[in-house]
């Protein structure tokens, strides 16, 4: 209902550290998906008085005062943070290609708990970065007391579909059979998970929702939903 006084105003402007070296994007810029981009992108989030955004440049999850843009904290991650960071009762939650969720206090930025999704220690390159094999690159979606993401970037290695408790980070139930399932359902999920009162909808593979293929989970099991696949009306 809030209405917004015209004409706005610009305030402050933030510059982030790899603003000062951004790729140069070929090709149709509207439908053009790549890591390159992402890694130049600031994922933003607001609550409150506070400004929250992830740098998948140098792994970073950063809050600043709303009004001023001065920097409150930052929190490094072990690798790069892809997707916007998610705030709910107070914490910051946050997926990394180093394989672990993190669960921050909004207010300090310090380390609630930290949950490893890899299975094991192996690394690759990917665009120039190490990566963990089970990346998570989905957002960390948190409803009615529960974090969702996915973990995972080849199919052959395994991809996992995981929801934990959010104030503890205690699992919950974790799929791991997501990659055994059916054509393209089995790609690496990667993208914002959303979800309805039942079920949860994980895009997959490098180019989410461009080529709309996405996956159907159970919210309450994490049991894989025939309903995957199709394009949602």
Same mark, same amino acid.
């Given at each position: 209902?809030?209405?917004?006084?015209?004409? %706005?105003?610009?305030?402050?402007?933030?510059? $982030?550290?790899? $603003?000062?070296?951004?790729?140069? +994007?070929?090709?149709?810029? *509207?439908?053009?998906?790549?890591?390159?981009?992402?890694?130049?992108? %600031?994922?933003? $989030?607001? !609550?409150? @008085?506070?400004?929250?955004?992830?740098?998948? !440049? @140098?792994?970073?999850?950063?809050?600043?005062?709303?009004?001023?843009? /001065?920097?409150?904290? &930052?929190?490094?991650?072990?690798?790069?943070?892809?997707?916007?960071?998610?705030?709910? #009762?107070?914490?910051?939650?946050?997926?990394?290609?180093?394989?672990?969720?993190?669960?921050?206090?909004?207010? *300090?930025?310090?380390?609630?708990? =930290?949950?490893?999704?890899?299975?094991?220690?192996?690394?690759?390159?990917?665009?120039?970065?190490?990566?963990?094999?089970?990346?998570?690159? *989905?957002?960390? +979606?948190?409803? #009615?007391?529960?974090?969702?993401?996915?973990?995972?970037?080849?199919?052959?290695?395994? =991809?996992?579909?995981?929801?934990?408790? !959010?104030?503890?980070?205690? &699992?919950?139930? /974790?799929? #791991?059979?997501?990659?055994?399932? +059916?054509?393209?359902?089995?790609?690496?999920?990667?993208?914002?998970?959303?979800? *309805?009162? &039942?079920?949860?909808?994980?895009?997959?593979?490098?180019?989410?929702?461009?080529?709309?293929?996405?996956?159907?989970?159970?919210?309450? #099991?994490?049991?894989? @939903?025939?309903?995957?696949?199709?394009?949602?009306?």
């Amino acid at each position: 209902s809030e209405r917004l006084a015209l004409p %706005l105003e610009q305030t402050w402007v933030f510059r $982030s550290r790899q $603003s000062q070296h951004p790729v140069e +994007l070929q090709g149709d810029q *509207t439908v053009q998906f790549t890591p390159q981009r992402d890694r130049y992108e %600031l994922s933003i $989030s607001a !609550a409150g @008085d506070a400004v929250f955004f992830t740098s998948a !440049a @140098d792994g970073r999850v950063v809050c600043l005062e709303a009004a001023t843009a /001065k920097k409150r904290w &930052e929190f490094i991650a072990g690798g790069s943070v892809n997707r916007v960071p998610t705030y709910s #009762d107070g914490r910051v939650y946050a997926g990394s290609d180093d394989g672990h969720v993190y669960c921050l206090d909004a207010k *300090t930025g310090k380390s609630i708990w =930290t949950y490893k999704a890899v299975p094991a220690n192996r690394w690759f390159f990917w665009y120039n970065q190490l990566s963990s094999i089970w990346p998570v690159r *989905t957002n960390v +979606l948190v409803e #009615d007391g529960v974090a969702y993401f996915g973990a995972g970037a080849f199919p052959h290695d395994g =991809t996992f579909l995981i929801a934990l408790n !959010a104030k503890t980070g205690q &699992e919950i139930w /974790k799929n #791991d059979s997501h990659c055994e399932t +059916l054509f393209r359902w089995a790609l690496a999920p990667h993208g914002n998970i959303y979800a *309805t009162e &039942e079920n949860l909808y994980v895009p997959n593979d490098v180019k989410p929702f461009r080529w709309a293929v996405f996956n159907s989970f159970k919210r309450s #099991d994490g049991r894989h @939903d025939a309903w995957a696949g199709t394009d949602p009306k």
